[in-house]
């Protein structure tokens, strides 16, 4: 049998990305924040520069992030050693209890 992805997975609908964020250390939420801030992609060196986090906890939070698949990754064309993250949608569910 051949199954097509349509993208009604409910494992990666905004809802769940939300969930899957919330339960994220703090660096991982705010290299989130600064991706859904910026106006374009950014590379890595630009998130640290605006996070005003080391480079090696940047690095932990993008891999975490996109194990989560909270981001998009693609080359940067100009460097192709660099990438460009960009931010998944989420949604806060209706339901949901965000901790303080």
């Known amino acids: 049998m051949i199954v097509f992805a349509t993208g009604s997975d409910p494992e990666t609908s905004p809802q769940r990305r939300f969930e899957r964020l ?3 250390p703090p660096s991982a939420k705010l ?7 910026a106006d ?5 060196g630009q998130i ?8 090696r906890t940047t690095r932990d939070a ?3 992030l996109a ?22 949608s989420v949604e806060q569910p209706a339901d949901a209890e965000v901790p303080g």
């Open 22 to 24: 919330v339960a994220l």
């Open 31 to 37: 290299v989130y924040r600064v991706l859904d801030d």
């Open 40 to 44: 374009k992609p950014l590379t890595q």
């Open 48 to 55: 640290r520069e605006r996070a005003l986090l080391p480079a």
């Open 62 to 64: 993008l891999t975490k």
């Open 67 to 88: 194990d989560d698949d909270l981001v998009d990754e693609r080359l940067y064309v100009p460097d192709a050693r660099k990438r460009l993250y960009e931010p998944r």
